[in-house]
């Protein structure tokens, strides 16, 4: 019995490691090394696209995650809880680990996902992860209002610090 239950636990953590490497792995056209770009526009709820600008002048959680993360599952509800306490200031960006854009959508629509997402799969999405370097999932990364990497420990400072986290960036 143990052994089957360290072959699944073996399992996940490979699949996790193979979709977080999916996410890496594309052409990238003409994106700078070490500096996070967003797409021109973003996907809500919805599947709408919305322009850039609405996340302007706010703090910026990019909340690497997939549908079939346990972890990230029980993460989101916290920090959706997080982000709307506090979205006049801070925002999430969702950077979906899932194999399709319909998987990422009905994640985001089984969860009620405020906040927007990078399109599945997108150059900008796969570049982002390689910039933050994530190496597993649940991921957040947070950024200031110019774009610029404050911390990549959002999801341990938000256990830690709860509410004040935002301070808590702030001050960083």
């Known amino acids: 019995m143990l052994n089957n239950y360290n ?9 996790g490691f193979l979709s977080i490497s999916f996410i890496l792995v594309g052409e990238e056209k003409n ?3 070490g500096q996070i770009v967003f797409p021109e526009t973003f996907l809500n709820l919805s599947g709408e696209k919305v322009p850039y600008e609405k996340i302007t002048e706010k703090y910026v959680g990019l909340y690497f995650s997939a549908s079939w993360c346990g972890p990230c599952r029980k993460f989101t509800p916290k920090l959706i809880e997080f982000r709307n306490k506090h979205e006049s200031e801070f ?3 969702l950077v979906g680990g899932d194999g399709s854009a319909k998987a990422q959508a009905n994640y985001m629509k089984k969860y009620g996902m405020p ?4 399109e599945n799969q997108s150059q900008e999405a796969k570049h982002a992860s390689k ?3 994530v190496e597993f999932i649940p991921f957040l990364v947070v950024l200031d209002q110019k774009g610029n ?5 959002g999801k341990k400072d938000l256990a830690k610090w ?5 301070d808590y960036w702030k001050d960083l």
């Open 7 to 15: 072959t699944s636990i073996t399992f996940v953590i490979v699949l």
């Open 31 to 33: 994106l700078p090394d």
């Open 149 to 153: 990497i404050v911390t990549k420990n």
């Open 131 to 133: 910039v933050t370097g």
């Open 91 to 93: 925002e999430v960006i």
């Open 115 to 118: 906040w927007l997402a990078m």
């Open 162 to 166: 709860g509410d004040e986290s935002l």
